[in-house]
């Protein structure tokens, strides 16, 4: 069977604004991502070293933070959503397929290679930056958070200033 | 008002709203086509610009939407989350991800819908995001000075830009619009499309006419506050309302009988307030109207909410703000706390009374400025308004 077309970009952003509005209106907090990966490397954490994690800053934060445990936390419960969203999504349109992409100047090892490093770094990185394209970027435009906005700006404008290294990964 | 969390949607529910909300999220996000790294990447070389169009589309709606949410009073964005600002942090932290994104050619919530519908490249992401976390956490302390630098608190865009926050939308409104133009070009060149980027069909004219609406929309939708305070600056017009008003007889008669009925909002100044104040009053300020806690006790049913301060037009510009924001049962004190000061507490006993009425009024204000200074002094107030609700923590 054929894979379905993909919708209408305008189409999807209006409907990602709306869903937008409706959860800072319900919840009062926006969309996120990199903060579940945090929780669940946290709860993980506290779980193999316990006593390690006792000592450390970063967790002792985390939990000053956040009540209860790590994993009883509302983007992960969203995340968790958002995977779900994603495989219904995929199997309507045909899209469920076990496969490795690369670009077509691009091999397989590069690829896991890449896709390793930059993980890497964007969990890195949004950590520094409190939050990732949806928490930080997207749900900080949406409040005007001039926070949000400069790292918005950064993630795009960085992009843009490595892309011309990156290219054989690519095209 | 909003947000519905913790009031309307317990934190339970809260976790099943997460989910819904994330389903909804993932299937937009595979809908678009952020599952696959090709069309993410695609910005960045110029091919396919998939992901700007619907992160820009998204941006402004939810800005508009939340402008409207805050200018209907249907949300207090004192306790929305709004993402502080560290400079320094997002800087840095933003060019890091933007290296992993060309890299990677993912960023997490994308990684999470491409591994979901099976790209092993997003699950290998996923797994590298890990790491990244983890060297944070572990190397916590060599990076604290720069995550903690240059805190801004919860700085607004248009507030460090000194611009409205009208003004603001309406400019970024038409940077999207633009861009969404020019990005057109750009992928037709690239991809060697010969066709003109914007044709007046339906759909083009359509999509066009509603991003006006959009950005006019921002002018339309001011900031509640501004709004109301400048419709209370018009000295006729507030003169002129028709308000529910009390003598200052009935209001002393009140405070001696001890009406728990009453209830008295004190809008002067704080120092004021707290050098002196009325039993049992509350003080309360113009920014507290339009929050979302402190306003319930203006809620709270069969109580006369007498509203004072120094002067009677003072007044008069408070409850009428309070009415146009729905509160229906806000009461003036007629004169003012002045008059009050000046008929009752400082009542001149050497008055000359001629008519019955007049008499009357005599022994019960001669009655009554010796009892209520006795009260003020005795009965202690309630104090600011009371005010436990915090910003919801969000972020990442």
Redesign the interface.
Known sequence: MEEKK??N??L???????????????????????????S???GI?ETVAPEHTSN????KEYSG??AGSPL?N??V??????????????LI?N?????????PRSKPKI??V??????????????????????????????????????????????????YF??K??? | M????PDV?GNEL????????????????????F?????L?G???G?DF?VL???????????I??IA?EHFG??D?N?????????W??????????????????????????????????M???????????????G??L??G??KAEN?G???????LGMQ?TV??FFLTAIALFA?WMISIIENKVNGIKKPAFRFTPYYVT?GAIGFILSLSAFVLTERKDSLQNLVSDKEFVNNYDLKTMSVDEFAYRIIKGDNKLQIIDFRPLEEYKKQSLPGSTAFTFDNLFEKEPSKILRIRHKTNVFVANNEYEERQFAIIANRLGFSNATILTGGLESFDKEILGFDKNSVATTKQESDTYRFRTKASSIIPVLIKENKSAGPVKKTQK??????
Request: aromatic share 16%; glycine share 16%; proline share 2%.
């Open positions: 993909y919708m970009p305008y999807a952003g209006v409907l990602l604004g709306l869903l937008l509005i409706a959860t800072i209106y319900i919840t009062g907090r926006g969309l996120g991502a990199s903060g579940a990966v945090k669940f490397t946290v954490m450390q800053t970063f967790y933070d956040h009883m509302w983007l419960f969203e995340v968790v959503g958002v995977f779900i969203g994603a495989f219904l999504s995929g349109s899209r469920l397929n076990l496969k490795l992409e690369y670009g690829r896991i890449g896709a390793l490093l930059g993980g890497l770094l964007f969990g890195f990185g949004a950590q520094l930056g409190r939050g990732c394209t949806s928490g930080s970027a997207l749900s900080g435009m949406a409040v005007l958070s001039t926070g949000g906005l400069i790292t918005m700006m950064a993630i795009f404008g960085g992009a843009y200033l490595f892309a990156f290219r990964f690519w095209i | 909003g947000p519905l969390v949607v809260n976790f099943i709203v997460a989910l819904i909300i994330g389903i909804f999220f993932g299937v937009i996000l595979e809908q678009a086509g599952s696959t790294s090709k069309k990447v910005l960045f070389y091919y998939t169009r619907v992160f820009f589309t998204a941006g402004i709606v939810a800005m939407g939340v949410l249907l949300l964005i306790l929305t989350y709004i993402n502080p600002t560290f400079l942090s997002a800087l840095i932290g933003g060019l890091i991800m933007g290296l992993g994104f060309v890299v990677g050619g993912f960023c997490p919530g994308t990684s999470i819908c491409a591994a979901a519908i099976g790209k092993i490249d997003a290998i992401f996923i797994a590298g995001s890990f790491i990244g976390v983890l060297i944070f956490a572990e916590y302390p990076f604290e720069l995550y801004w919860n700085i607004r865009v248009f507030d460090s926050q603001f939308a969404f999509l910003r919801v923590v969000g972020g990442c």
